[in-house]
């Protein structure tokens, strides 16, 4: 269970096992790290994998659960021509997988004033043009360990579709894959960031409710109330605290 | 895809979900919320902070005699990676207006401010930009922004939900500033969860009594920090920002003053000077320390460094004896133990489950009650589910949300999560996820003022590595607003204070002064910190590596 010191030491490795390479009856497979052949824990995912095979990670790790995209992993398998993409921190290995991390990948950003520029394709135009070049190739959809459409939101980048950008490249998590093996040469990430800020400032419909409730804060509607509350003694806040209603 | 033996309590939870279901629906409490009794007894029980062994006494420094969480009395109670003799402070190798120590949302959010109000600043973080429990945050933001839901209201939840500990201006700051942090990061480009007429969507979390949960799916943290971290991007003239090179060490001058840090380069290995008119500390938290040797939501690098830089340079600290534990930590399978499972999910009306079908708490007490109920269930009463490789947990059943939310919801809703599980073979639209207690947050940190001033000058912190806004227990969605708020803050203070700022003579001999401390007190230990990296290599690895060595977490 959660409180045993194990968990911490090996996360990836089943708590049975005691020794690395014993003879636990525990399933390992081999994994080529960089091309140097390791045994691991048949179900570890790919970080665990490394960490156990002792390397200490300072690129190549981030959040370690899917969201911060710093574990982008390139990785083939025995007797497949195909180059497979995915997170370390939620791919699981397989046996005879040859990985590499990518510590850094380079891709351009355009630098811009989010007050100055229009949710349009002008802006694309403007800000990455090199966005013209795809070849609907569908590369980076399928590079994508997201699994997001991300062809068909740079095909909607073309032709100025800013929700539909927002939308389809919602979840990307700006790992970098799809840059990486676009033939264009496109940074879809950075593209799909732009969109979802255009969206978010220029066209999404404002909230009524929010504009009155700043406007109060502006006359200081709430100042006495916060005032007689911070005064209030533990006690009766308490009683104010549980006899308060519920939506 | 669950082990065979589950599915004998996998049915129960099928069969009870109907009738759960009509209850849900009827708009009645789905179970008694606990009472302040009830709530002071679970937690002395079965709360971890409340074992003995998990507290010890501090014997140095500006806290001295207190009982602080034992991990992180270790940590402070270290070594330093340096000495005042190694360095030359007479010529800086960066000079800039504000240093910023962190760069997650509250450093990124600081930076943002700094920038518009004048001031130059450099961020220095220890991973990527970015790379933060900022960026993991799923469920939401709390801010009151709803008519029937003041602000007051707001200050009230949190403040009850930290136990009355919460300093009354921190927790007025936060959520005065709520509503206009959400029209903020509009501005900036935030695509937060509306209805189609721009009304904002509303959830509750643990501990609210307005729904107030704020979302952007459940990538919240990642929509909001993205869009910071481009911001700050955007302004490479006056924002520069160091990555893999964190402060190891605050830099004082003659009268007391901070004045930088010393930078560490993780790659090159490489000391560096920062000289600094004001520092901002906006580090986060220390999940990575596995108190208790707890599993933890936290990234990879939440090892309380400015707690450690902070406390050596005098700086007091605020409830650090207080630790929070995510109710909702995944269990099953092994391979994601720990991660995070959203609040949200209980805010859109999840339930926790024991093996016999049954609801057995409110699903929406603070988290720490909420946690404490979960450990009741599994340890006291036993009525939790063993898992192949041998950790406890309860059901979250989440099909449930499908029936009073309508079809397809939660892939709408919870994106993340379902792609989580769908990995491993387990539908959370049609199966539960099995959860237990997960290390979370720091409830505690630097104590600050409304200003985000500590009591060392010049030094300013944000965020989770601050202490005093959540008291002893942060309520959901308050930790997105917090490093909001507070890295504005930061931002605004430091910005105002290096107008006036004289900066003497720079001092590193706060660093041998706590190191005599150290020897004085007879502590003896081979610990190092900041920790920077937990380590994570198989201790038989470790004994083959004849030549590397190991200094507490350190290699």
């Known amino acids: ?189 950075n593209v799909g960031l732009l969109a979802r800020r255009l969206y978010g400032k220029y066209l999404s419909t404002k909230s009524k409710a929010l504009e009155k409730r700043l406007g109060e804060m502006k006359r200081n509607k709430y100042a006495k109330e916060y005032k007689e509350l911070m005064k209030t003694n533990k006690k009766d806040l308490k009683k104010k605290y549980y006899e308060r209603d519920t939506e | 895809m669950y082990p065979d033996y589950m599915s004998e309590s996998l049915q129960k939870v099928t069969q009870s979900r109907n009738k759960r279901f009509e209850l849900a629906k009827s708009g009645k409490a789905v179970f008694p919320p606990m009472n302040a009794e009830e709530r002071e007894d679970v937690l002395n029980k079965f709360h971890p902070d409340y074992k003995a062994e998990s507290r010890r006494k501090i014997r140095i420094g500006p806290n001295k005699g207190e009982l602080l969480t034992t991990e992180v009395a270790d940590i402070l109670e270290s070594h330093s990676r340096i000495t005042s003799k190694l360095f030359d402070l007479s010529t800086p190798d960066y000079e800039t207006d504000i240093l910023i120590i962190g760069g997650g949302g509250g450093g990124c959010a600081a930076a943002i401010i700094a ?80 209805a189609e007429d721009g009304t904002l969507q509303v959830l509750h979390g643990g501990g609210t009594s307005r729904k107030r949960m704020l979302s952007c799916r459940d990538y919240t943290g990642a929509i909001i920090l993205r869009t910071l971290m481009d911001e700050v991007r955007n302004h490479p003239e006056e924002i520069t920002v160091l990555e893999f090179m964190p402060i190891i060490e605050l830099i004082l001058d003659h009268k007391g003053q901070c004045a930088g840090g010393v930078l560490y380069n993780l790659e090159t290995e490489e000391y560096f000077t920062v000289k600094a008119k004001a520092t901002i500390i906006a580090t986060g938290g220390y999940g990575r320390l596995h108190i208790r040797g707890f599993d933890t939501t936290n990234h990879y690098g939440a090892t309380g460094d400015g707690l450690v830089m902070a406390y050596k340079a005098g700086a007091r600290l605020l409830y650090m004896d207080s630790v929070q534990y995510h109710p909702t930590g995944s269990v099953f399978p092994e391979q994601i133990a720990g991660f995070l499972i959203t609040e949200k999910i209980r805010g859109a009306g999840g339930q926790p489950i024991n093996k016999y079908g049954e609801l057995f708490v409110f699903p929406r007490e603070p988290r720490d009650v909420e946690s ?145 401390e150290l020897r004085d007190a007879r502590i003896k230990t081979d610990r190092v910190a900041p920790v920077l990296l937990p380590s ?19 290699r």
């Open chain 2, 372 to 516: 404490s109920a979960f450990i009741r269930e599994c340890l006291e009463r036993k009525n939790g589910i063993k898992t192949p490789s041998g950790r406890v947990g309860i059901w979250l059943d989440s099909p449930l949300i499908e029936m009073l939310q309508g079809e397809g919801y939660i892939n709408k809703q919870f994106p993340a999560m379902h792609r989580q599980f769908i990995r491993y073979g387990i539908d959370i639209t049609k199966e539960p996820m099995l959860v237990y207690p997960s290390l979370h947050y720091q409830n505690g940190g630097i104590e600050i003022n409304e200003k985000t001033e500590t009591n060392i000058r010049g030094l300013f912190v944000a965020g989770e590595a601050s202490g005093g806004v959540h008291g002893r227990n942060r309520l959901m969605g308050n930790s997105v607003l917090d490093y909001n708020v507070f890295g504005r803050r930061a931002g605004k203070y430091a910005t105002d204070y290096i107008k006036k700022a004289k900066i003497g003579k720079l001092t590193l001999e706060h660093v041998d002064k706590y190191e005599k």
């Open chain 1, 1 to 189: 269970m959660a409180t045993k010191k194990t968990a911490k030491k090996k996360p990836a490795a089943p708590k049975k096992k005691k020794t690395k390479k014993g003879t636990s009856q525990e399933l390992m497979a081999t994994v080529f790290i960089m091309g140097k052949a390791h045994k691991v824990p048949a179900e570890a995912t790919i970080m665990g994998a490394i960490e156990y095979a002792g390397y200490q990670l300072k690129r190549g790790a981030g959040c370690r659960e899917g969201f911060c995209g710093a574990c982008a992993t390139v990785y083939r398998l025995p007797g497949d021509y195909k180059i497979y993409t995915g997170l370390a921190c939620t791919t699981l290995v397989k046996d005879g997988m040859w990985l590499a991390q990518l510590p850094s990948f380079p891709g351009q950003k355009a630098i811009y004033d989010i007050d100055k520029i229009k949710p349009n394709v002008e802006t694309i135009q403007m800000l990455y043009p090199e966005v013209f070049r795809c070849v609907a190739c569908n590369t980076c959809t399928k590079s994508c360990p997201q699994d997001l459409e991300v062809m068909d939101y740079i095909q909607a980048a073309m032709r100025g579709d800013i929700a539909t950008v927002m939308d389809l490249s919602f979840d990307c998590i700006s790992c970098g894959m799809c840059a990486i093996r676009c033939p264009a040469e496109i940074v879809q990430y």
């Open chain 2, 115 to 194: 920038q518009q109000m004048g001031a130059k600043s450099i961020i220095s973080t220890k991973l990527r930009l970015g790379d933060a429990n900022s960026m993991m945050s799923q469920g939401g933001m709390q801010a009151a922004v709803t008519p029937q839901d003041p602000p007051t209201r707001h200050y009230l939840d949190a403040i009850g939900g930290g136990h009355f500990d919460n300093k009354p201006e921190l927790v007025r700051a936060l959520t005065e500033d709520g509503p206009e942090v959400v029209k903020w990061l509009e501005d900036l480009g935030v695509v937060w969860d509306k």
């Open chain 2, 536 to 554: 994570y290599t198989p201790e038989d690895v470790r004994k083959r590596q004849l030549t590397a060595c190991y200094e507490g977490t350190l």
